[in-house]
């Protein structure tokens, strides 16, 4: 799949310009309503003074996993519909919710016939479970690009994905790029709203999901989080819950443009 450069796409970032090399081609070039060009590390459009839209109908992937699950809850409290593209059932019953279990190749003909207000990636797989850079790719790019490209032809105007902290479509390694490309994919996209997020290392109930090198660090985390600081922070570990809680918040968002939110912007978007 030929991906253009994410550089080629005015994607925007939450926290300043020129902070760390893997945003450089995200440089706005001024500055944007609410926010002074000496702001550091501000969102361009603060949570408290954006117009907020209400969510009516959200269309989700990836709404069996740690962050997708919590957003779902997140989205359902507020009285919005979600539909939920899945491989295996939930096993939630709720008012307004809505899962389609069935095979990846016949979401995007579904996704089309439903729309909504906003559609959601926090589809996502791993090295052990997919078994091959293949079939990782297949999960965590092409599924997620021909979600957004079906959603957008359904008429849905705002995406919000989850990507990774250190996402560079020119990285030498293998996650980072690939999670980089799924990037400039969704920006190659016709969204009125792009909102990329890149948290640090999730922390949050996964069961046997996790790999021991991942359980380790997790329990190592505050100690670490605490030498994370500055530009830094971004790489902390930050608790699935609060990466939901902003998702849900920035699905109310209703300014137009491409964002790029690191673990600072999650927090604000978090408290609101």
Known sequence: ?????????PLVSSVQSGACPEIQALRPTAPAPGRSSGDPGLAFFSPRSNPKLMVHRALLIGGTGLVGRLTADRLLARGAEVHAWLRRTAGRSAPG?????????????LVRTIG???AISALGTTARSAGSDEAYRAVDLDMVV?????????GVRHMIAVSSVGADADSRLFYPRLKGEMEAALAGLAFDRLDVVRPGLLRGERGADRRLKERIAILVSPAVNLLLRGRLDRYAAIDAAIVAEAIAALAQEAAPGRF???NRDLYRLARG
């Open 1 to 9: 799949m030929a991906v253009p450069p994410l550089d080629a796409f």
């Open 97 to 109: 919710w809505r899962e389609h279990v069935v095979p990846p190749d016949e979401w995007p003909a």
């Open 116 to 118: 909504g207000d906003v």
């Open 146 to 154: 021909a979600f957004a490209r079906a959603a957008g032809e359904s």
């Open 260 to 262: 790029v939110h690191h």
